[in-house]
């Protein structure tokens, strides 16, 4: 079979006009679980044209691909990403970064046919890109710990150990990461995560869920670009973590790197303070699979995180899988890691409140010096 003309139009394209930006949506929905108010696709994309060129030339790029009748082709009608999906941008750090701008136009694109769908993927598989060093986040900060090379049946994975040992300063990198594969067109091949407790290694793990030629070739690049970790440097690592207060970036130069001085403090009014507050929690929240990877949503238009515990059998179906202690324990060192930013130091408490009759619990961002709504409690520093 020939390959798709979108494949060697695409190649043409990067070398006119550099890279597009793609945000797959339904990639982004099943790996975040954003709350959205309309339906998917399973070929929905929102396509950032290169610098320099417009929505409208890249329209007429498109339209002239041999096929594209069997494309709908839409420019985004409002300013920015379309309301359906405004919740990616909250949830997506990928979304975020490249489709959040009000004063862009973008390009959104739906499959009409199973024969578009295989041509967005032509497409999409035309953008990656292979591994380059200069470009992995904090290259040098890393050695290999572990290699399991593609077997049947078997995902291939790697584990890099994160040599300045501070879980802190991982879980950043981790989402520095994961918007990193996005940016190459292989985050629906690379899923990126790390341990969640301080007692296990500092590392970063990278797994080719699919073990496609691409994500597999990426993953052996790496492996290759760094130095090995001795069993003893793990264990020196691991003991170094767990002495490191987990709420501390106590690496000036790492600090340094994520708070640039030279860039002032945003200063947010309190509303918008609060809504990014809760947005960030949610994130880390999830990353950190909170109540054992309980589902974790914003309701309320942006103002509260809810999480369901269910009934417990244990208690005869009378209580619920929640503890106060352990769960709010968890919350507080959420709300402790994103004070680490000096973004969100300053100007807000989180509250919370548990309905045991729903099982649902609440988490909101209050103002410092204000009392929480009634039956409500602040959550401990």
Known sequence: MEPHALISFTVQLVEDHG???????????????????????????????????????????????????????????????????????SSDDFAKK??????????RVVGKSDHAIEAMAAFVEALKRP?????????????????????????????LLFKPADHSVLMKIERLVSVHLDEWNLGREIGATRHST?????????????????????????????????????????????????HTLTSPSLHARFTPPKVPTQVFA??????????????????????????????????TIETHFPKSASSLWIGTTFRESKHIKEVSS?????KTDPVYREGWLAAYNFDRGTGNLHVRAVETGAEPPTGWKLVPR
């Open 19 to 89: 890279v597009p930006q793609v945000l797959d949506v339904d990639h982004s929905i099943h790996v975040h679980k954003p709350t959205l108010t309309g339906p998917d696709s399973p070929a929905s994309y929102y396509i950032r044209p290169p610098d320099g060129m417009s929505a409208e030339c890249f329209i007429d790029w498109f339209e002239s691909i041999p096929g594209a009748r069997e494309f709908k082709l839409t420019l985004v009608p409002i300013l920015g990403i379309d309301t359906y999906h405004q919740p990616l941008i």
């Open 98 to 107: 490249y489709f959040h701008d009000n004063q862009m136009r973008y390009v």
């Open 270 to 303: 309190p509303e918008e303070l609060k809504r990014r507050v809760i947005a960030s929690l949610t994130e880390i929240l999830r990353a950190s699979h909170f109540a054992d990877g309980a589902e974790v949503k914003i309701v309320q238009a942006g103002a």
């Open 131 to 159: 591994f380059d060093p200069n470009q992995f986040p904090y290259h040098s900060d890393f050695s290999v710990s572990s290699y399991r090379p593609p077997e049947k049946g078997r995902a291939t994975e790697v584990k």
């Open 198 to 246: 301080r007692e296990q290694a500092p590392e970063l793990i990278l797994t080719s869920v699919s073990n496609t030629p691409a994500g597999v070739a990426y993953l052996d690049a790496l492996v290759n670009s760094l130095p090995r970790a001795s069993h003893d440097e793990v264990v020196e690592a691991t003991e170094e973590a767990m002495r490191t207060h987990v």
């Open 334 to 338: 959420a709300v402790m890691s994103l």
